[in-house]
C-alpha cells in the first residue's frame, strides 16, 4: 500500500509506545495496592489495618459482667458514671494479630529492605485471664486528690477538697468508699 | 448430568464470581460494622471537664502515643474580662498529670479538651501528596502509615494543631477517634476514662444517638468555625477567647 510507503519507523515508534504502555500497566499492576481506589483516593485496606490495633481499655461493660455486684454499689452513688477504668486503669490487652504475610510488591520492598515495624510485644492483663492476673489496687491517696484537690478552676458544683486540711494523714479510703464515696454509704468497704 | 455448552458458557462466569466471593473471606471474619451506617464525631461539654488529665493518659496508653505528643490534650483558659482576645493558656504535658492548683481571682477559668475535630471538610486531607490521609466513609480522618511519606504538609495544614510526626516512625500520626474500638462497639479510649462525661462520642447518624437532644436543647459550638471545616468535635459553653 502506497499510503504506508516508508512509514516504517513510525510503525517501530508506535510499537515502541504500546510495548512501554504495558510494561506501565503491568508495573501499576503490582505497585498500586489492590485496596486502592475502592472508597476514594487512598488505600481502603488501611481503615481495616487501623481497626486491627489491640484494645486496651475493656470497657465497663466487659468488667460488669463479672463485677456485677460493684456496678450496683457504684449505681447507687455519685461515682455511679464514673467508668471502672477511669481509676482502675486499663485493664485488656489483647494479644496483636499474627503478623501477615507482606501483601503486594510495596509491602514486600519494605519488608525486604528491613523496614517493616515490629510489632507491638503481647502483654495479657486482667480482662484477658482474669484468674491469673491481677489487677493492682490504686492508691486511694493519689487517685482520689488527682480529681478532688480544690482549684478556682473547677467546676464549681464538683466535690472539691483542700488535701492538707481535709483529714490529712490516713488514706481517703479509710472514710469513702471508692465506688459509692458518700459517708452515708458506709465508710470502709 | 448433562451440561450443554450454552449452559456451561453461562456457569463458568458464575462459578467464577462465586469462587472470588469464597476467596474474599469467611463469614466469621466478616465484621457487623457498616461503614455507611455511621458518622462520627464527638460532645465535650466543657462545664463538665475538672482538668484531672485522665483522658490523656488513656488516649497515651489505649494508642501507644510516646511522650512529648499528644493525640489529645488538655488546655487551662484563664481569661479576663476586659480582654477576651489574649487568654493565658497553660497545658502542662498537654494536661497528662492535672494542672497546678488555680486561686480564685477576678477573671474566670475554665478547662477545654481538645482532639482531632474529625473536619468533614478536613484541609489535612486535602494537601496530602500520596493520598496517605483521608476521611472514612465514616467520618473519621485516618492516615495511612504505610503510605505517608512524613513529609508534614498535613501538620502545617491542620488549623487545630492536632497532628505531630511520629518519633519513630516518622510519619504523621493523629486520632483516629478509637478507630479500632469504635468499630467493635465500644467508645473511645478517652471517653472511656473521663470521669465526669466531659467527652462523649457521637454517632451523628444514630438517629437515638443522644446527641441529638443536646444539640437541640444546648448552645453548641465548634473550635474555628470560619475555617469552614465540617469540624466534628461539638463544644457545649464554649467561651470566645478559646483558639
Known sequence: MSVFKDAGHLFRFAGLFVLAFLIFLVVRHYVVPKSFGQYGHYRGAAMGEIAAHPVKFAGHETCETCHSDVADKKKAGKHAHVNCEACHG???????????????????LLTFAGLKLPPDPPILLHADDPSTVKPVLPDTAVLCVRCHTASAAKPKGFPQIDPANHYPGPPCGSCHQPHNPGMDAGGVK | MKISRRQLLILLPAAA??????????????SNYKLTDHWWGMLIDIPKCIGCGNCVRACQTENDVPDGFFRTWVERYHVSDENMTEPEVI???????????????DKKYFFVPKLCNHCADSPCTQVCPVGATFISPDGVVLVDQKYCLGCAYCVQACPYGCRYIHPKK???DKCTLCYHRITKGLTTACCEACPTGARQLADLKNPNDPIHAFLKTHSVQVLKPQMATGAKAFYNDLDGSVR
Open chain 2, 17 to 30: 464470581v462465586a469462587w472470588e466471593s469464597v476467596m474474599a473471606g469467611t463469614p466469621e471474619d466478616a
Open chain 2, 170 to 172: 516518622e510519619v504523621a
Open chain 1, 90 to 108: 486499663a485493664l485488656a490487652q489483647r494479644m496483636p494479630a499474627p503478623a501477615a504475610p507482606p501483601a503486594n510488591l510495596y509491602d514486600r
Open chain 2, 91 to 105: 497545658s502542662p504535658d498537654g494536661g497528662k498529670e492535672g494542672f497546678p492548683v488555680a486561686q480564685q481571682d
